[in-house]
């Protein structure tokens, strides 16, 4: 029949639609199971400074002592690359 072909075309467009949203989801339940893991470290670390016997008690003591030209390279990173990760490729190359 005439109309099967578009049938099975929309089938095959639909099917591949829904396998590219299955892995973006993969990819963003990835990311964010990295970005709490890290949070998670970065806590744990922080109280065992904190805890440690030796420690001088003079205040709160950060894991960033030093870092503001390292976050401010991320941040400029961040910038440049942002506009590429709104990219969305319209049709498979």
Same mark, same amino acid.
């Given at each position: ?10 089938? %095959? ?5 829904? !396998? ?5 989801? !993969? ?39 030093g %870092?503001r ?6 941040? !400029? ?6 506009p !590429? ?9």
């Open positions: 029949m005439p109309g099967d072909e578009n049938v099975k075309r929309t089938e %095959a467009y639909a099917r591949e639609h829904l !396998a590219n949203e299955r892995t973006h989801l !993969a990819y963003v339940r990835t990311a964010i199971a990295l970005l709490s893991f890290g949070i998670t470290l970065n806590r744990v670390s922080l109280f065992f400074l904190e805890t440690e016997p030796t420690a001088a008690r003079a205040g709160p003591r950060s894991l960033s002592r %870092a030209p390292r976050t401010s390279l991320l941040a !400029a990173r961040r910038v440049i690359t942002a !590429a990760g709104g990219f969305t490729p319209t049709r498979a190359l």
